[in-house]
């Protein structure tokens, strides 16, 4: 055999095969061709790496040089500085956003040196489609032990030791949920995965089923043992193509392994798993919900108990643990339940997930220990607000969550001290929002979702949902009215006390918050008919205010409906007929001099000041 | 007037009892040895039907059938083959094929095949016929899913999901065709398709375009980017445009918020997309749109 020199571990993630990495990968399997290296580099294509705004990326082994944002033109540049002549390439390094010099290795890269990698243990460094790279790195060895050396109540002992919650967004102790159903006696059991990630701006769990399926099969396989089931099905969305593929690829080798099936690692226990693709339905990530679905029916969820640890998918005793909680599995049996504790608090302990979405220079997926604050993971790791705007509110937990403000920037990220702020952690989408962001539009965007979604089994959710989504709407249109305010708080909490599933529960989450924090903007929209973001079109009036000025033409040039006029070099003007109201302008604008005033505002840009002065005493 | 048919196989034997048994039904019947000879008959000569073997030496079956779909689209196309694996019936059904004959057949198969075949091609060219009507391929291929998941417990869901790949949506036909071959009742069929928001009962264009409305690309503006696409597209979301090009579709987060403002065509997914590069995107998969959406423009700017 050949002796490999270097690796090259190219993202094949969703993201980065979005930005290209087949072509690059092309490209760059013939450079190492034309210049006779293609015996000691190897290209392996790995699962997400987590930088996915960077796209595609790519490590270099044994060197841990991190590239960024491939070109099929730079791949000969690449190839000839860094593996012939042994110069790393500086061009496609990840570069300090002020000092813009580069940061070749892969560890010292803020997004990356932040990070504790337990549940992403194998990201970038395997191929997930080969069984024999993930067993190299200790797979299926806590499988082994847990078989061949355990006994049910010891692995129970061991997970309620160590603390882990789930983590598809309750939290409820894992170790706890086995042993219920360790306890039930009966002939059939079922031990599922919840693969069915449906908040919006969530994605840990599509990444580690695509980056790393063995880890979710070999947690599935001690958990089997655990409550002593012998099926077991992943419930994975239908919008996840690449996730099902990886976990049938990886379902299919264990198989043949010997690591799934009858009688594994002679152990005489018999687990066998298959996959069951969802149909697109927010509501079947609930437990009871899921568990229908994999019925063959409506995916809609029934009143608890009897839970499903005592009668779940068709009648039988069932636990069903989400990706990442079960991804985290087989390291706490093998290095012990001291181990996953040493990270995290006393009540949430080891690490967790996050998707890191929206207004922050870096985007991507980042695993930190519990615990740290928020704004480590927003600043630290996120690199800030992109375009160097200011922050406004982190959404936590989707639909289920809420807004957190900037005065709740330290609150260090554990189940309790979110749930303290109104949000919950969830699954760990994080969605940051700068000050472009409307927050009565972002309380209205996640009540079209629930509304949407709500399966209409239970009225408090399928009626309420609607009435609060219709409010809002009244509001963000210019006909909101004094007390409305109150009647979202009231009805808000009588759709959590009253509803079936934890989709009604949390529904009202997202407006409960952003009220609590943003009270001055669902005045401001109603009281002033007034967006002061811009982004709510009934509710603003835009205006130059020509002292600013300049007359450079941007804002002229980018306005779609050719509503503003002017001679260069000269104060230009908005014609207010034709404004359609679009914002384009004020994001073009350089010497900030549009104003987004309220609905309908008549007069002088001259009495811009008066104006932003008086309401801004107002909302004080 | 005796229908014209051209039967492509590379072995001599097929060709021979091909002809025997449907120039004794009436049939005007040719035969060639190859895919290259077909193509040069097919482009002299007018046929009603092609009944093509996929397996033969230099141009194959399904480069065939992809060349006759594009020179004479209303040629009617059945195959005979002696490997109906899934993933080449599949691929076949999707060019628009209207049978298959399994090899070895008999000659009543065959004749039957042939003649089913003809009068689907004729129901083709007469628009007035119900719509409801699919190729008897895509039926069988259909009920053998159906047949191989029926005393499946639960099945009902991955048959609807492999019925909508093979039939591209799930009219009330369908539906009640799998009812009755899982002995589930129709109702029941359709409160399933109607719950989830994966199943879909109106026919999808040539290609689906799918825009995430998760929260991130929320975020990063996908509002005006789905507005674009449906102002120049002329429809709203669940809809198909009147070319059956393109449909439009909003979906929950495809989880690659990464990449945000997101949107998927076909399988391909494509990020940081803003209303221009949106229809940038679109015009790769219809020439035809980028034309139409420049002249817009160019009307736009002329006002």
Same mark, same amino acid.
Not at chain 1, 379 to 385: A, C, E, F, M, V
């Given at each position: 055999m050949e002796k490999v020199r270097t690796n090259l571990m190219l993202c094949a993630g969703t993201g980065c095969v979005a930005s290209g990495t087949a072509k690059v990968k092309d490209a760059l399997q013939k450079e190492l061709e034309k210049r006779g290296l293609e015996k000691e580099i190897k290209i392996v294509l790995t699962g997400?790496?987590?930088?996915?705004?960077?796209?595609?990326v790519m490590a270099v082994y044994p060197d841990e040089i991190f590239y960024q944002k491939l070109t099929v033109e730079d791949v000969p540049m690449l190839v000839e500085e860094?593996?012939?002549?042994g110069r790393p390439y500086q061009k496609l390094m990840f570069k300090?956003?002020?000092?813009k010099t580069a940061i070749p290795m892969m560890k010292e890269i803020p997004f990356f040196k932040h990070q504790v990698l337990r549940?992403?243990?194998n990201k970038g460094l395997i191929?997930?489609?080969?069984?024999e790279e993930y067993i190299s790195r200790d797979g299926y060895q806590a499988a082994a032990k847990a078989l061949l050396q355990m006994t049910q109540e010891d692995i129970i002992k061991v997970i309620k030791d160590s603390g882990i919650r789930g983590r598809?967004?309750?939290?409820?102790p894992t170790g706890l949920k086995w042993e219920f159903a360790s306890k039930v006696k009966s002939d059939v059991k079922f031990m599922l995965c919840n +693969?069915? *990630?449906?908040?919006?701006?969530?994605f840990m769990d599509r990444s580690v089923m695509e980056a790393d399926p063995h880890s979710v099969i070999e947690g599935m396989i001690i958990g089997a043992r655990a409550i002593g089931a012998h099926h077991g099905y992943i419930y994975v969305r239908a919008e996840y193509p690449l996730a099902v593929k990886r976990l049938q690829m990886a379902i299919d080798k264990a198989v043949e392994s010997g690591?799934?099936?009858?009688n594994i690692l002679d152990s005489g226990f018999d687990f066998e798993l298959q996959i069951y693709q969802g149909?697109?339905?927010?509501?079947?990530?609930?437990e009871t919900a899921l568990m229908r679905s994999i019925e063959g029916k409506r995916g809609m969820p029934r009143p608890r108990p009897p839970f499903p640890a005592q009668?779940?998918?068709?009648d039988k005793p069932s636990v069903l643990n989400n990706v990442e909680t079960l991804a985290q599995i087989a390291p706490i049996i093998l290095n012990g339940p001291e181990w996953y504790r040493s990270? +995290?608090? *006393?009540?949430?302990?080891g690490t967790k997930v996050f998707a890191l979405t929206g207004a922050v220079n870096n985007v991507g997926l980042v695993e930190v220990p519990m615990g740290i604050p928020l704004r480590t993971i927003i600043?630290?790791?996120?690199?800030?607000?992109r375009k160097g705007r200011k922050f406004k509110a982190v959404q936590l937990g989707g639909p289920s969550g809420g807004c957190i403000p900037e005065h709740l920037?330290?609150?260090?990220?554990t189940y309790e001290d979110i749930v303290a702020t109104g949000a919950i952690v969830g699954s760990g989408g994080m969605v940051v929002m700068d000050d472009n962001t409307c927050m009565v539009g972002t309380a209205k965007f996640f009540l079209e979702f629930t509304t949407d979604e709500?399966?209409?089994?239970?009225?408090?959710?399928r009626v309420g949902t609607k009435i609060l989504l219709d409010m809002l709407t009244d509001i963000t249109e210019g006909r909101g009215k004094e007390g409305d305010i109150e009647t979202l708080e009231d009805l808000g909490r009588d759709i959590i006390a009253t509803s079936l599933c934890g989709l009604g529960q949390t529904a009202p989450n997202p407006i409960l918050t952003t009220i609590k924090y943003f009270r001055d903007e669902f005045e401001s929209h109603i009281?002033?008919?007034?967006?002061k973001a811009g982004v709510c079109r009934e509710l603003t009036t835009f205006l130059i205010d020509e002292k600013l000025c300049?007359?450079?033409?941007a804002c002229l040039r980018a306005c779609p409906s050719k509503a503003i006029s002017g001679e260069k070099k000269m104060p230009h003007k908005i014609i207010q007929d034709l404004c359609?109201?679009?914002r384009t302008c004020y994001d073009a604008c350089?010497?900030?001099s549009i104003k987004i005033l309220p609905a309908?505002?008549?007069?002088?840009?001259?009495?811009l000041e008066a104006v932003s002065g008086k309401s801004k005493r107002e909302a004080e | 007037m005796a229908a014209k048919i051209l039967v492509v196989d590379d072995e001599v034997i097929v060709i021979k009892s091909a002809e025997r048994v449907l120039r004794s039904e009436g049939y005007d019947v040719e035969g060639v040895l190859s895919g290259r000879e077909a193509m040069l008959k097919l482009e002299q000569n007018n046929y009603d039907l092609v009944l093509t073997d996929l397996?033969?030496?230099?141009?194959d079956g399904i480069t065939l059938i992809r060349w006759l779909r594009n020179v004479k689209p209303s040629i009617g196309i059945v195959i005979i083959t002696g490997y109906p694996s899934q993933e080449t019936i599949k691929e076949a059904l999707e060019l628009g094929i209207i049978d298959y004959v399994p090899k070895p057949f008999t000659p009543a198969v065959l004749s039957d095949v042939t003649k089913r075949a003809l009068e689907w091609g004729k129901g083709e060219a007469?628009?007035?016929?119900?719509?409801?009507e699919f190729p008897p391929a895509m039926l069988s291929e259909l009920d053998r899913v159906v047949k191989e998941h029926k005393?499946?417990?639960?099945s009902l869901i991955p048959v609807l999901q492999r019925a909508q790949e093979i039939v591209g949506y799930l009219p009330p036909f369908i539906q009640k065709r799998i009812g009755r071959g899982l002995n589930i009742s129709p109702a029941e069929v359709h409160s399933v398709v109607s719950f989830?928001?994966?199943?879909?009962m109106k026919p999808r264009g040539d290609h689906n375009i799918r825009v995430c409305l998760g929260t991130a690309c929320y975020v990063k503006g996908i509002e005006g980017v789905l507005d674009k696409i449906k102002g120049s597209l002329k429809i709203n979301i669940g809809d198909t445009t009147e070319n059956k090009k393109f449909s439009l579709e909003g979906v929950?987060?495809?989880?690659a918020c990464g990449l945000a403002p997101v949107m998927v065509v076909d399988q391909d997914t494509y990020g940081a997309m803003t209303p221009k590069k949106a229809l940038e995107v679109i015009g790769r998969y219809d020439s035809s749109f980028v034309g139409a959406a420049a002249k817009e423009e160019a009307e736009e700017t002329t006002e």
């Open positions: 997400c790496n987590g930088y996915c705004a960077e796209g595609p860094h593996f012939l002549k300090e956003p002020e000092k549940v992403l243990r191929d997930p489609e080969k069984i598809g967004g309750a939290g409820f +693969g069915d *990630e449906g908040d919006p701006g969530a690591l799934l099936g009858k149909a697109g339905a927010f509501v079947c990530g609930e009668k779940g998918l068709w990270l +995290g608090t *006393e009540k949430s302990t600043y630290d790791i996120g690199g800030g607000i920037l330290n609150t260090p990220v709500s399966c209409g089994k239970c009225p408090p959710c009281k002033h008919k007034w967006c300049k007359g450079c033409g359609v109201h679009c350089k010497f900030k309908k505002f008549q007069g002088d840009p001259a009495e | 397996k033969m030496p230099e141009v007469e628009a007035e016929k119900p719509k409801e005393d499946k417990p639960g989830y928001s994966f199943f879909t929950r987060c495809l989880g």
